[in-house]
């Protein structure tokens, strides 16, 4: 099969506006024709629900929390990113453009990556009229920090919880049309399956939490906004509901699963404290602005407290590696060098897997208050989890599965190859490439949903001009069975072990065989164990209560079988790209000093795979990258 | 540590309620209260029983979900703190924890530990929100906001949702909720526009929805895990009078 991006022609600067222009309108009286779902209400269905509506079009937005205030994006901290080059350093559309596309190690969409630099502003402009109370100056102009990586200050805060702050300004736009009855809202409502009829996708079937009812719904195109699939790794930073199951069951339905194995493993995340752990929290990176990482030299000073260490036996790695970008090193290489220094037995706190990051320079430098005004809740929040006091000993911390880069793949209309199904924020792939940088994911969120989906879908209703069906169409009826059956499945199983025991099993098999490094001989192995891992589900799962009322057993029974299913893609994905790059790291290609080594030649391209059957490899389909404004170079942060 | 739990359990709002007592064995101090609450269910579910159903989502006190009245005080008592960032150093071996649900009308059970906290969407819906089309913004520095506005904005803005401050108040009032985000949006230049028609709405949909009245006993700002100042329910009430004399 062919991979169409549809990137369209001319200028890489021009080429948004020339599309805006060239693509269909739908008339405006016509629009309150069209239904679409929206599956999802996190920054990128939160925006797209609300856009759409205020556009016109009936909306149904679904999500699986009490209230579409919940969705994770709720807990991002750092920041957002725009190229408004409101500190005068030099920043620029062309800059984040540049820094993205060097950031993610040139396995992105040159265009679609040009076009998120341009819109960038326009988010911060929306934001702020929304009233985000962004972090000010004393003038009352906006304030910028410079984050994760980046060398220009170009990232807006809102203290800690940036995140909180713009999902709630989405919140409010989408209440606003809900209040108005343009958006329908279905809170504790989870989707089961994606329904396409004669090819292109009209609907989906849902199942209420509450009361275990099975819904159809049609509609004229259907949005997955349904975030990534780290909890496929079982501990990770993201909400424990999060799940691969709305886009799983596309790629299942005929959706391609671009780049599964560009997984990002982030550096500055709480330790795992002990088996119980359900999941892993992220200290926001801002913190390694003033924070300096170190380890002691010697493995016989690590059991010390981290006082009587003295400076000369300290080593600063990123800073003695990377000296230019020193603790500001971007995500990638921070985590791996991070986990270096522990396999090397230089590792700190329980079972040596933790690093210090050390704040006591700086506040030497600017004083407890200034540092307790920049980073006062996270301060707090390590306090609460480790009982332990920041501003007094140096914190620990040690990567975890954070953000994922893969998605379902999408052309540059945000189109999967199933027409009317579209795809955005963390759900798709394209805009990151293989390691995504800080303060880089609420951008995205916000571009797909505010000002990129409310014109591209406009443009599929103008030209493919299908009609809705009914859910008495012959494929409503077959997937609302086949939703049924698996739950009947997942009940009458009736084993011995819990799901959570099950995931815990998957998610440590793939942190060892397809985390932070891989190699061809562990992939191997997740490969052989991930279907046995399956089989035992299947066999031996305990799912209690019944499916005509809430049962949280049964939700996450069901998630955790899609992680079972989709784990197996992510390896097969990590097993096929045969090079190092981003977020995906091969040991076998790797340069004399350790960085990782990309294969231009052979991997400059998307992998995006088609499911096959249960058990079967899964067919790839691939979309060469071709960069015509800029020189794919080797990442270097030395 | 080994702990005894006494836990409401309720199979849905029509069902009588009662206390069920379980014990929860090897605890440790590094869990999380809502961690120790999983390891039960485990245990729970491996003796074929039906675990404790609770809402939580993102596990690091932002998302607002948890909800449970721990020893009789909303989220636990730890200031400041949500229940899923409260940890088991806080509390002894041999202890018994009794775990509630939030109680309150405007909140309707919904399975042991789950509420119906829609009314608070509800109120948001009927004006928490500036009317910002998307599209139509101008530039974002073209609106100045003074630093100590946009901080207190940001105060008030900081609230997640949770409905503590419902479950711990004697008259189950939704008054500090309301003000934060009446305060967050009339405090800034933007939200300027809307801001009469905002107060009423909101401050109508919350009577109609069933919470009670302020009576000042300031339970709310104590339990709340984002620490929101009473001083915003006064400040609520000023707008809320000047636009009741503005005939809203």
Known sequence: ?638 | MNLTLKVWRQKDAAAPGHFETCQARDVLQDMSFLEMLDVVNEDLLARGKEPIAFDSDCREGICGMCSLVINGIPHGGQRGTATCQLHMRHFKDGETITIEPWRAKAFPLVKDLIVNRSAFDRIIQAGGFISAYTGGAPDANAITVPKPTADAAMDAAACIGCGACVAVCKNASAMLFVAAKVSHLNLLPQGKAEKDKRVWSMVSQMDKEGFGNCTVTASCEAVCPKEISLNFIAKMNRDYAIATLKGE
Request: aromatic share 10%; hydrophobic share 35%.
């Open chain 1, 1 to 638: 099969m062919n991979l169409d991006a549809k990137i369209p022609g001319g200028p890489l600067s021009q080429k948004w506006d020339k599309h805006r222009f060239d693509m269909k309108l739908v008339n405006p009286a016509n629009k309150r024709k069209f239904e679409v779902i929206v599956v999802g209400s996190g920054l990128a269905g939160a925006s797209a629900a609300a856009s759409l509506a205020e556009l016109g079009y009936c909306v149904k937005c679904f999500c699986f929390q009490d209230s579409p205030r919940r969705a994770h994006s709720i807990a991002a901290q750092g920041g957002i990113n725009a190229a408004k080059n409101y500190q005068n350093d030099g920043d620029s559309v062309f800059r984040l453009f540049y820094d993205t596309v060097k950031g993610g190690d040139f396995r992105s969409r040159e265009a679609n990556v040009y076009r998120l630099a341009q819109v960038s502003n326009n988010i911060i402009d929306q934001c702020a009229a929304q009233g985000v109370p962004f972090a000010r100056e004393y003038s009352g102009l906006l304030a910028n920090r410079s984050f994760g990586g980046a060398q220009v200050s170009r990232t807006f805060y809102a203290r800690g919880q940036t995140g909180q702050q713009l999902l709630l300004g989405a919140y409010q736009a989408l209440s606003r049309q809900i209040s108005l009855g343009t958006v329908q809202m279905f809170p504790r409502t989870e989707m089961l399956d994606l329904v396409v009829v004669q090819g292109h996708t009209k609907g989906i079937i849902a199942r209420n939490l509450l009361t275990g009812e099975i819904t159809a719904h049609a509609a004229d195109a259907v949005v997955l906004g349904t975030g990534g699939y780290g909890n496929t790794f079982f501990l990770s930073t993201n909400a424990k509901g999060c799940n691969v199951s709305a886009t799983w069951r596309a790629c299942k339905k005929g959706a391609f699963f671009a780049n599964p194995c560009y997984t990002q493993i982030h550096p500055t995340c709480i330790p795992v404290s002990g088996e119980h752990q359900s999941k892993l929290t992220l200290m926001s990176e801002s913190l390694r602005n003033d924070g300096r990482v170190w380890v002691p030299k010697r493995k016989e000073d690590c059991p010390k407290p981290p006082g009587l260490v003295p400076e000369s036996d300290r080593d600063y790695y990123l800073e003695r590696k990377y000296p230019s970008f020193g603790n500001l090193a971007p995500r990638d290489i921070s985590s791996r060098a991070a986990k270096e220094v522990c396999d090397e037995g230089r590792g700190i706190g329980p079972g040596g897997l933790g690093v210090y990051l050390d704040f006591a320079d700086s506040i030497k430098r600017l004083g407890e208050n200034v540092i307790r005004e920049r980073y006062g809740n996270l301060f707090d929040m390590y306090e609460k989890i480790t009982g332990e006091n920041g501003y007094k000993v140096p914190m620990r911390i040690y990567p975890a599965v954070h953000y994922t880069m893969g998605g379902l793949w999408v052309d540059y209309n945000l189109m999967s190859n199933l027409p009317g199904l579209f795809v955005i924020g963390e759900a798709n792939f394209s805009d990151h490439g293989a390691n995504r940088l800080g303060a880089s994911a609420l951008m995205q969120g916000l571009a797909d949903g505010y000002f990129i989906l409310p014109y591209t879908i406009g443009h599929y209703f103008a030209s493919a001009k299908i009609p809705r069906p009914s859910v008495s169409d012959p494929e409503f009826k077959k997937s609302e069975e086949d939703v049924r059956n698996t739950i009947s499945k997942l009940l009458a199983v009736r084993g011995k072990r819990t799901a959570t025991s099950l995931h815990r099993e998957l998610g440590k098999l793939l942190w060892e065989r397809c985390g932070m490094a891989r190699n061809e001989a562990g992939l191997q192995t997740a490969l052989k164990r991930i279907p046995e891992l399956r089989e035992e589900f299947w066999k031996n799962v305990n799912v209690t209560g019944g499916s005509g009322d809430l049962n949280q057993a049964l939700e996450y029974a069901g998630r955790v079988a899609d992680f079972m299913e989709f784990a197996e893609m992510l390896c097969f994905d990590a097993l096929h790209r045969r090079e190092s790059c981003g977020g995906h790291f091969r040991e076998e290609f790797q340069t004399a000093e350790g960085e990782a080594r990309r294969d231009d030649e052979n991997f400059a391209c998307v992998a995006a795979w088609e499911y096959q059957s249960p058990g079967r490899a899964p067919v790839l389909h691939e979309e060469p990258l071709v960069y015509e404004e800029v020189h794919m170079s080797t990442r270097s942060y030395k």
